[in-house]
């Protein structure tokens, strides 16, 4: 892409800025924090030719007249360096060492520094972020932990000023309406110091990321997809807030009730007291291990089956129904259906959208996450509610539900309509439908829609690709029911005889064993997608054995005459190159992916060349996990262990498969992402396998067409991948297309 900036640049000018607000930047976002009237430069500092700049506007009321070179460069930090200390309205010699050409980096200059800048100083300049660097090489992306982790050097201490130093608060008595705190010289001195050391940490940092490839045009998209942003529907959010807060405080008050005061707003958070209140019933709330438990799955499981078993058996009592209705009420005043609204009303800009939404590489195979707004875990409507939308946002010109009235004052009346719609025995509550509107909120700016596309089946088929499984792909390739016929063997009956719940265990299967799934967590794994295996009278390991049996190639084989173990397979095929490959430092090959060591980093180049790094890789004996779960013997075997984010790590088979799988995955996305961004289509956000893409009214549904014809097309580093994509026009984001909208598949276009 061309006027990329140049990531191999030798020697950028490394920036760093401290900064003065009224605004909490964790809850408002950066580029509301950068725009805010209260928002100002307390420190900018420099490296610019390896001298140290340092500039304090002229309102910072300190003096600082005494202060050396020698005073501001970190004490723990050695050699020192020369710094030069500037005042004024303008950092006017620092610039004079700058020209057009230079290119300046900071960390989290994307989401921070770039923007102060620009805002407050002369634009024009590139920049690099060392963020992304860090992310890629498999490393935390905070400075502090890198700082420790590869130079042995950590933030200075005076970072505990920051809050004390930054925080300012409205105030009617000051022109500028805000007042700021009064800064004594020590602490400013001290906090310049931490300033300088925060470049001094980038510069060295810098050459640490030579050995990482970056992808340029990824970044590039992603910043331009961050800098677009996606409109919110600003009316929609407040009333879903105080539709939500009202809903919960309607729960509390009727546990108060029901409980004749014992537990309230002040106490209905707190574990203990809800069990003792329980207890006074003789109910306790306990986990498979009899632990007293409130977390919500195990509550719902306790609402979903209110007996319990006394005398092993003998007797079955029912649960007095206060109880459930107590528990039932509580989860729902403890959901946060009104802060995650809040979170993304406080993050619209004054152009009335939302920016800054994702993470670049946050998870360790390279898909991104969310920042503020949480867009990659937005609550999935239940299936009773999930046509709603568009009736209550007035999409619809028969609507069963009354439109939602944005604009009603009395809370309680929108309240009451929507709860005489609920049914009585549905188990849907006020709150449900709340949640339901929080994806629907971001919506196409006037005169465009979104087009909206996923991958279908994305991961089974990536899995099967690497593996070479040619019983999946050749279904995948002609279009065969794959679910349909595995549940065929599952269950030993024909095609014609496979049920709907027979289908869905299937399904479970092909899409969640591929990495090793074992009988256990299958069983949880169906149970949480709504798969019966009692009911269909199959067990997990009749389902597990039949798709290790029948997809050899990601499972492996059993020998003639042994029924043990397995030998083959993708999964001990790469589990076998990791340790090789840590063991003795050679590179091995498997899965259609190198496995190489360097500087004590295990690397994995995917098909796509992206490298998967795992640093300071070894290997240890330590107890597989699996040994707990299945209650085989504790011993010690020995296992590939790396440093992650968190601690040390293990990697095995199974874990290995998932992330090779899900970041070629995440490189298919992004490859289509700046295609789709090279001819002008708008992607306005990606939530895992799907693209939004806000394009013009007029010719919207030749926009989807082009959008799922590029998410169908296979790059030719995976050439062979059978991809297929499907997609509709919306003017919201939704998980369906309204009535009338258009659908158009991988084959054929048409309407709902």
Not at 101 to 108: E, G, K, M, Q
Not at 550 to 577: C, H, M, Q
Not at 589 to 608: H, M, Q, R, Y
Request: charged content about 25%.
């Amino acid at each position: 892409m061309n006027g990329l900036p140049d990531w191999g640049c030798a020697n950028p000018v490394l920036v760093d800025f401290e900064t003065q607000s009224a605004v909490d930047i964790k809850e408002a976002g950066a580029r509301t924090y950068v725009e805010h009237p209260s928002t100002r430069i307390l420190i900018l500092a420099a490296c610019v030719d390896d001298v140290f700049h340092v500039w304090i506007p002229d309102y910072i009321k300190v003096n600082t007249d005494s202060w050396t070179s020698k005073s501001l460069w970190p004490y723990q930090i050695k050699p020192a360096k020369e710094v030069r200390l500037y005042r004024g309205t303008s950092p006017t010699e620092l610039l004079s060492c700058l020209t057009t050409d230079r290119t300046l980096c900071a960390h989290n200059a994307y989401g921070f520094d770039r923007q102060i800048w620009n805002r407050f100083l002369p634009c024009g300049f590139r920049w690099l972020d060392t963020l992304p660097l860090a992310r890629q090489s498999g490393r935390n992306g905070k400075l502090d932990s890198l700082g420790k982790n590869l130079l042995g050097i950590g933030k200075d201490h005076a970072k505990k000023l920051l809050p004390k130093l930054t925080t300012a608060h409205a105030s009617y008595w000051f022109n500028d309406g805000y007042s700021y705190p009064q800064i004594n010289n020590g602490d400013l001195q001290a906090f310049t110091r931490y300033a300088v050391g925060d470049v001094e940490l980038l510069r060295r940092l810098w050459s640490e990321f030579d050995s990482v490839k970056v992808e340029a045009d990824v970044i590039h998209v992603h910043d331009t997809i961050n800098s677009r942003g996606i409109e919110a529907d600003a009316e929609l959010l407040e009333c879903v807030e105080r539709l939500s807060l009202f809903s919960v405080g309607e729960a509390v008050n009727e546990i108060k009730r029901l409980t004749r005061g014992k537990l309230h707003e002040d106490n209905i958070r707190s574990g203990k007291q809800v069990q003792e209140w329980l207890e006074t019933f003789g109910v306790q709330i306990t986990d498979d291990s009899g632990n007293p438990c409130l977390r919500k799955e195990i509550v719902q499981k306790f609402i979903d089956s209110p007996y319990v078993l006394e005398d092993n058996l003998t007797a079955v009592t029912e649960i007095p129904p206060v109880c459930i209705d107590v528990m039932r009420l509580r989860m729902k005043a403890l959901r946060i259906t009104d802060a995650k609204v809040k979170r993304a009303r406080s993050r619209i800009g004054r152009d009335s959208r939302v920016r800054d939404l994702f993470a670049y590489h946050n998870a360790h195979t390279g898909r991104w996450s969310s920042y503020g707004v949480n867009i990659h875990n937005l609550p999935r409507p239940k299936n009773a509610i999930a046509g709603w939308v568009e009736h209550l946002l007035g999409y619809s010109t028969d609507p069963p539900i009354p439109r939602l009235d944005v604009h009603e004052k009395d809370i309680r009346k929108v309240y009451d309509s929507i709860k005489a719609h609920i049914p009585d025995d549905s188990g849907i509550t006020v709150d449900d439908v709340c949640s339901l509107l929080i994806r629907p909120s971001f919506c196409a700016k006037e005169g465009h829609t979104f087009a909206i596309a996923d991958y279908a089946q994305v991961e089974a088929r990536g899995a099967a690709w690497l593996a070479d499984e040619s019983k999946m792909l050749d279904a995948f390739r002609e279009g065969r029911d794959l679910y349909r016929e595995f549940a065929s063997k599952v269950f030993h009956v024909d095609l014609k005889d496979v049920t709907k719940d027979m289908r869905q265990i299937a399904k479970s299967a092909v899409l969640g064993c591929q990495y090793g799934l074992g009988y256990d967590k299958f069983r949880i794994y169906a149970a949480n997608n709504g798969c019966d295996l009692a009911k269909a009278n199959v067990t997990s390991e009749e389902v597990i054995n039949a798709y290790r049996n029948e997809y050899t190639k990601l499972a492996g084989w059993k020998p003639k005459g042994n029924d043990s173990f397995r030998i083959g397979g993708l999964w001990k095929e790469v589990d076998k190159a990791c340790k090789d490959c840590v063991s003795t430092s050679v590179p091995q090959n498997a899965g259609k992916c190198v496995f190489l060591i360097e500087s004590k980093d295990l690397k994995i180049v995917l098909p796509s060349g992206r490298e998967l790094w795992y640093p300071n890789a070894r290997i240890e004996d330590i107890v597989p996990p699996y040994c707990y779960t299945m209650g085989l013997p504790l011993n010690p075997k020995a296992t590939v262990v790396y440093d992650g984010e968190h601690g040390p790590k293990s990697l095995y088979g199974g874990l290995l498969v998932e992330n090779i799988t899900q970041a070629m995955c995440r490189d298919i996305m992004a490859s289509h992402l700046i295609e789709l961004e090279n001819i002008g289509l708008n992607p306005v956000a990606h939530v895992h396998d799907e693209i939004l893409c806000e394009v013009p009214l007029n010719g919207a549904e030749e926009s989807l067409r082009t959008m799922v014809r590029i998410m169908s097309t296979v790059p030719t580093w995976c050439a062979g991948i059978p991809l297929a994509c499907e997609g509709f026009v919306c003017p919201r984001f939704n998980k369906s297309a309204f009535r009338g909208g258009y659908k158009y598949e991988t084959k054929d276009l048409t309407h709902v």
